[in-house]
């Protein structure tokens, strides 16, 4: 889907780096999740937020805070980058009720060496 | 918190043929199983979804089948081509907006 966008597409950074990803949305979804994927595994949920003043954690947030700047925003950041958070990123959206699929961007392949 | 199993891990089958992928679930409470197919590099996609008011449905060669006393769910494709070669993943959630994701099956179709 083109109207959930993710920046930047790929970044390769070092160990001890700030590294923040980006997702805006033009679906008009109050609902954003950012996942993270590793080579032969599925996707786990980071964090995700119902509107702009909700923030929940998902199975594996240990390491990684969020910010929903806007209703159409909701950034990723790792604060002290470290190696084994190298891994292929995706933010989604949903609307609606708790039945509705998600809608996937892109993805951010981040290296961290 | 739910637990997607999903099997098998690869699969191939000759063009053609059919394949067929399987989930289960623990949480009794799910109540919406969407399937997405990935290529490689690319965004998951949703190829189709089942909610638990219904058994089955289909959509050209895929179909989905829904069994909740046993908790489980597949995924079935028939006539199998060469773009169907992906990775499909299943997911489940409770109402609460929250997926729970299989590990994924790497279907290759081979010509």
């Known amino acids: 889907d083109a109207d959930v966008t993710q920046t930047p597409r790929n970044r390769i950074t070092k160990t001890g780096k700030r590294i923040m990803l980006e997702c805006s949305q033009t679906?008009?979804?109050?609902?954003m999740y950012w996942y993270r994927q590793d080579p032969g595994l599925g996707l786990q949920l980071i964090y995700y937020s119902f509107d702009v003043k909700d923030i929940n954690k998902g199975e594996i947030s240990d390491g990684y805070s969020v910010s929903r700047q806007a209703q159409a925003k909701f950034s990723l950041s790792l604060e002290s980058a470290i190696p084994n958070q190298t891994a292929l990123y995706f933010c989604?959206?949903?609307?609606?009720?708790?039945?509705?699929?998600?809608?996937f961007g892109d993805g951010t392949r981040l290296s961290i060496l | 918190g739910e637990n997607v199993e999903q099997h098998p891990s690869t699969l191939s089958v000759q063009e053609g043929d059919s394949a067929v992928i399987k989930c289960t679930y623990s949480d009794s409470a799910s109540n919406y199983f969407p399937w997405y197919k990935q290529e490689l590099g690319k965004r998951p996609q949703l190829i189709i979804d089942i909610r638990s008011n219904v058994g089955e449905k289909k959509d050209q060669r895929i179909a989905v089948t829904l069994n909740k006393t046993a908790k489980h769910f597949s995924l079935h494709i028939t006539e199998t081509q060469p773009e169907d070669s992906a990775v499909y993943f299943c997911a489940a959630t409770n109402n609460d907006y929250k997926l729970s994701f299989g590990a994924g099956t790497t279907v290759t179709v081979r010509a």
């Open positions: 989604a959206t949903s609307g609606g009720t708790g039945d509705q699929p998600q809608h």
């Open positions: 679906k008009g979804h109050d609902r």
